[in-house]
């Protein structure tokens, strides 16, 4: 099912290249990569301080394409439902840094631009800011142009593998409970 969702082509196959590896019990390093990506009891990534973060890689764990569309798309929803209800058009903000990785064709760009267009399409006007920003940049543009939302793609210190999504609510303050 992930690689029918996914839309990236390459995570996606290289997720049905280990299937097929693993459903040839020829490659044990494939079952244990496969475990790794899609654990069992269904886990998926989780919001942490302000965001998600984790190393850039396939499946429900990992920050890449799908993960981020499924997350933009639970942020557009809550946007709506708490501020959709005025007459003023709703807009929200992305940044994004360097990360990226190469092999996979995956990276912040391409999160920040996937953020966009799930805003969009949930009729959020989305500015994707130019260029590589600093994280500051985002509170700022949240509260200086009111949108409900804004969301940084970085994972900050942490390790180069790593990315991460960084969520400001309509106050440019990191996300919190109940968010």
């Given at each position: 099912?992930?690689?029918?969702?996914?839309?990236?082509?390459?995570?996606?196959?290289?997720?049905?290249?280990?299937?097929?590896?693993?459903?040839?019990?020829?490659?044990?390093?494939?079952?244990?990569?496969?475990?790794?990506?899609?654990?069992?009891?269904?886990?998926?990534?989780?919001?942490?301080?302000?965001?998600?973060?984790?190393?850039?890689s396939p499946g429900p764990l990992g920050m890449n394409d799908l993960?981020?569309?499924?997350?933009?798309?639970?942020?557009?929803?809550?946007?709506?439902?708490?501020h959709g209800n005025s007459s003023t058009k709703l807009n929200a903000?992305?940044?994004?840094?360097?990360?990226?990785?190469?092999?996979?064709?995956?990276?912040?760009?391409?999160?920040?631009?996937?953020?966009?267009?799930?805003?969009?399409?949930?009729?959020?006007?989305?500015?994707?800011?130019?260029?590589?920003?600093?994280?500051?940049?985002?509170?700022?543009?949240?509260?200086?142009?009111g949108c409900v939302a804004g969301v940084m793609v970085t994972a900050?210190?942490?390790?180069?593998?790593?990315?991460?999504?960084?969520?400001?609510?309509?106050?440019?303050?990191?996300?919190?409970?109940?968010?």
């Open positions: 099912k992930w690689c029918q969702d996914d839309p990236n082509p390459v995570t996606s196959k290289y997720v049905q290249d280990l299937l097929g590896k693993a459903g040839d019990q020829q490659s044990e390093t494939a079952i244990s990569e496969l475990h790794s990506l899609f654990p069992e009891d269904g886990q998926r990534i989780s919001f942490g301080t302000a965001g998600l973060r984790s190393s850039m993960t981020v569309v499924q997350t933009a798309q639970g942020l557009a929803k809550y946007c709506l439902q708490k903000v992305v940044g994004y840094d360097h990360r990226c990785n190469p092999d996979l064709q995956i990276s912040s760009l391409t999160f920040a631009l996937l953020t966009a267009l799930v805003f969009e399409e949930a009729g959020i006007e989305c500015i994707v800011l130019d260029g590589f920003v600093l994280t500051p940049l985002v509170p700022f543009a949240v509260q200086k142009l900050s210190h942490n390790p180069k593998v790593d990315d991460g999504y960084k969520v400001y609510a309509h106050d440019a303050c990191q996300i919190r409970a109940p968010m």
